[in-house]
């Protein structure tokens, strides 16, 4: 029999390796200390030949008959009708502490019929938060991650010529307004709650300042009491908390992905004592028709008769195979080998063995 960890990878499941000790900083996020998402409408220029079509994308026109007005030129009543703009969508997300003056990456992403970025040019768009307000004004060449070509009966389209990136195209004009000075206590929400891992993060951070300065209140939280540390701020409190290391808790979990036939197991996924038979079912038919002539000089015609050869195969497969319950995860993954099946037939043994209630995780399947 293969080695557990060779067999594994010849057969798709990935194996997780032990994280050891994580930082707190890559556990939690912490309250207050959050970006902002930013949206805005704008208009791209410069597109050679591939922007809106204005019959299709009126608000293309509309949009650069205000701008143009806002700017002095009195386009009313003009008719002009140029594929070189298109209408954007522009998104960013505004960093915490974030200050006047600072520059952040935007994306953007056509919303008409234009068949290209390649080469526009973002006019000044204001960017705003949820509360209406704004916050960035963005602006600059978008640089796009496709290319399109075309020609009269055919198209190539390579990756998605519609979006594109500013790389620092916005300039932060408003500055989140936030006391994170002034905080008198903070919590700490785990992105992935469970409640031993949030006992052990109490735990560490206690004994980091050996006295009880963190709570933890739930399976998703944990509060620290910024006073009771003794810090001369929040911000000091932060950069001494996020270092500290905690062994995190993790669920037992299996996820199936039946497009790549890819399995990722935990480490603590356990299978019971359990009996699986698995076999191949083929099923052929092969078409021969037979030319039928009649003698020379004879009276007749010719005709085409059906032959057809019809068989079901069925694969020896593995016969009625018995997993022993694992108590590692080497051990359930040496069970499974041993049944000696391709990853797509592994997903459905996998499946049947959660069905049965003999699959001790939780089962994911994308």
């Known amino acids: ?55 299709n994308a009126p608000f293309t026109e509309e949009i650069m008959s205000n701008l143009l007005e806002r700017l002095g030129a009195n386009v009313v009543g003009e008719d002009f009708r140029p594929k070189n703009v298109a209408a954007v969508f522009v998104t960013a997300s505004l960093p915490p502490f974030a200050r006047a003056g600072a520059r952040i990456d935007v994306t953007v992403s056509a919303i008409g019929d234009a068949k290209s970025l390649l080469g526009g040019t973002l006019v000044m768009t204001p960017l705003n938060g949820a509360d209406g307000q704004i916050y960035a004004v963005s602006q600059g060449t978008i640089i796009a991650g496709g290319i399109s070509a075309e020609g009269e009966a055919a198209r190539v389209v390579q990756g998605v010529p519609t979006a594109g ?39 560490a951070i206690n004994d980091a300042y050996g006295r009880r300065v963190a709570e933890m209140l739930d399976a998703g939280t944990v509060a620290l009491d910024i006073t009771a540390t003794g810090s001369r701020s929040p911000a000091h409190v932060l950069s001494r908390v996020e270092n500290i290391t905690v062994d995190p808790e993790t669920r ?30 083929t099923l052929r038919i092969e078409e021969a028709p037979m030319v039928v002539q009649p003698n020379p000089f004879a009276e007749g015609e010719t005709l085409v ?55 001790h995780a939780e089962f994911l399947v994308n």
């Open 252 to 281: 037992a979990r299996v996820v199936v992905d039946q497009r790549s036939g890819t399995i990722v197991m935990g480490e603590d996924v356990r299978i019971s004592r359990v009996a699986v038979a698995q076999g191949n079912l």
């Open 305 to 359: 008769v059906p032959r057809s050869s019809v068989g079901i195969e069925t694969a020896p497969g593995t016969g009625l195979a018995e997993i022993t319950g694992g108590a590692s995860l080497s051990e359930v993954v040496a069970g499974l080998n041993a049944l000696g099946v391709a990853p797509h037939d592994m997903i459905d043994i996998l499946k049947s063995i959660n069905a049965a209630g003999a699959l």
């Open 165 to 203: 990136v500013i790389p620092s195209g916005a300039r932060v004009e408003r500055e989140v307004e936030f006391d994170f000075s002034g905080l008198q206590s903070l919590r700490l929400a785990l992105r992935a709650p469970d409640f031993t891992t949030a006992a052990r993060i109490e735990g």
């Open 1 to 55: 029999m293969m080695r557990p960890l060779l067999a594994a990878f010849l057969l798709g499941i990935a194996l997780p390796v032990a994280a050891g000790p994580i930082r707190i900083k890559d556990l939690v996020e912490f309250d207050g200390v959050r970006g902002n998402d930013l949206v805005g409408y704008g208009l791209v220029v410069g597109l050679n030949g591939t922007g809106d079509g204005l019959r």
